[in-house]
Nanobody, 123 residues
Framework: QVQLVESGGGLVQAGGSLRLSCAASGRSLSTYAMAWFRQAPGQEREFVAGINRSVGSTSYADSPKGRFTISRDNAKNTVYLQMNSLKPEDTAIYYC????????????????WGQGTQVTVSS
């Protein structure tokens, strides 16, 4: 079992930055691909960014590409999402997720999820 706990969300003005963290316990994250998803009210959960088991290979959805950066520190058992140039449309609950396979955009591929952290971007 892996427990994931997100932190770092909050209220920020448009153009600002936030850094989300996802801390894991129970098992090493080094054996999992990791991803961030988000869900806005009334919307489906959508893929934001993913990173494979080893540091280096990342993927992003079109909307946050160039503004968000996913990274991981396996020694700290933590995954990060650096979000810059935030826009009101980035407002959502952000979730981290772990997959034993390669990172995909499909939520069903992920076996462990955190409880989410709220990000609100004001205009």
């Amino acid at each position: 079992q892996v427990q994931l706990v997100e932190s770092g969300g909050g209220l920020v003005q448009a153009g600002g930055s936030l850094r989300l963290s996802c801390a894991a316990s129970g098992r090493s994250l080094s054996t999992y691909a990791m991803a961030w998803f988000r869900q806005a009210p009334g919307q489906e959960r959508e893929f934001v960014a993913g990173i494979n088991r080893s540091v280096g290979s990342t993927s992003y959805a079109d909307s946050p590409k160039g503004r968000f950066t996913i990274s991981r520190d396996n020694a700290k058992n933590t995954v990060y999402l650096q979000m810059n140039s935030l826009k009101p449309e980035d407002t959502a609950i952000y979730y981290c997720a772990a997959s034993p396979n390669y990172p995909t955009t499909y939520p069903g591929s992920y076996v462990y999820w955190g409880q989410g952290t709220q990000v609100t971007v004001s205009s």
